[in-house]
T-cell receptor
Framework: ELKVEQNPLFLSMQEGKNYTIYCNYS?????LYWYRQDPGKSLESLFV?????AVKQEGRLMASLDTKARLSTLHITAAVHDLSATYFC????????????FGKGTHLIIQP | DGGITQSPKYLFRKEGQNVTLSCEQN?????MYWYRQDPGQGLRLIYY???????QKGDIAEGYSVSREKKESFPLTVTSAQKNPTAFYLC??????????????FGPGTRLTVL
C-alpha cells in the first residue's frame, strides 16, 4: 500500500524567510504532484514532476523530485503572506491502479 | 468556459437518507474521480472511472455508489450505509491524451453535512 508522508504538517513563518516542505512516499513512482488549497476551496495544481531530478519553479515556489530517495521538496523563497495556504503532495502509483494518493497536507501560515 | 462543476455546493442530509452529488465536466476528459476530504486530512479516493460504463473502487468505496452513463458526468451517491458521510467531496478529471502526465483537475467541491 502506497503511503505518502508530508512534514511538517503545520508551519508558521515570517515574511521574507525561506523554508522547505518535504514529501516522502513508500513505493516506486515517477509521477508526483503538488497542489495548493485555500480555506474552504478546491485544489489548484501547482507542479507536475515526472522524472528523477525534475525541478519546476513558479515565482517563489520551487519543487523537485528524487525518485531514488522517494522524496519531493517544495521550497519557498522569501515568503509572502499570499502564499499562506495548505499544500498537498500526491503520488500516482500506476501499475494498473489509478487515482492519486495524497499526503495529509502542510498548513502554512506566513505572518507579516 | 471549460471546467468541472459540482452541485450542490452545500448539502444537508438526515441520517438514513441517500443523497446524490453531481459532477459534470466539459473538458472532454476521459477519466473522472471522486475523493473525500475530512478536516485536517488529505484526500482519499472513493471511486474512479476511466471510460463510460466502467468504474472501479478506490480506497474507501464502502457506502458509496457511482455511475458513468455519459462521458461528461460522474454522479456519486452517498448511501445510508456510509457511517460517517460528513465531509468535503471533490470530483476530478483528467485526459487520456496528456502523454502520460496524468494530471488531475479538481472541481469546486460539495460540502456534505449529516444532521
Amino acid at each position: 500500500e502506497l503511503k505518502v508522508e508530508q512534514n511538517p504538517l503545520f508551519l508558521s513563518m515570517q515574511e521574507g524567510k525561506n523554508y522547505t516542505i518535504y514529501c516522502n512516499y513508500s513505493t516506486t513512482s515517477d509521477r508526483l504532484y503538488w497542489y495548493r488549497q485555500d480555506p474552504g476551496k478546491s485544489l489548484e495544481s501547482l507542479f507536475v514532476l515526472l522524472s528523477n531530478g525534475a525541478v519546476k519553479q513558479e515565482g517563489r515556489l520551487m519543487a523537485s523530485l528524487d525518485t531514488k530517495a522517494r522524496l519531493s521538496t517544495l521550497h519557498i523563497t522569501a515568503a509572502v503572506h499570499d502564499l499562506s495556504a495548505t499544500y498537498f503532495c500526491a503520488v500516482w502509483e500506476g501499475g494498473g491502479a489509478d487515482g492519486l494518493t495524497f499526503g495529509k497536507g502542510t498548513h502554512l501560515i506566513i505572518q507579516p | 468556459d471549460g471546467g468541472i462543476t459540482q452541485s450542490p455546493k452545500y448539502l444537508f442530509r438526515k441520517e438514513g437518507q441517500n443523497v446524490t452529488l453531481s459532477c459534470e465536466q466539459n473538458l472532454n476528459h476521459d477519466a473522472m474521480y471522486w475523493y473525500r476530504q475530512d478536516p485536517g486530512q488529505g484526500l482519499r479516493l472513493i471511486y474512479y472511472s476511466q471510460i463510460v460504463n466502467d468504474f472501479q473502487k478506490g480506497d474507501i468505496a464502502e457506502g458509496y455508489s457511482v455511475s458513468r452513463e455519459k462521458k461528461e458526468s460522474f454522479p456519486l451517491t452517498v448511501t445510508s450505509a456510509q457511517k460517517n458521510p460528513t465531509a468535503f467531496y471533490l470530483c476530478a478529471s483528467r485526459s487520456n491524451r496528456d502523454r502520460g502526465i496524468n494530471e488531475q483537475f479538481f472541481g469546486p467541491g460539495t460540502r456534505l453535512t449529516v444532521l
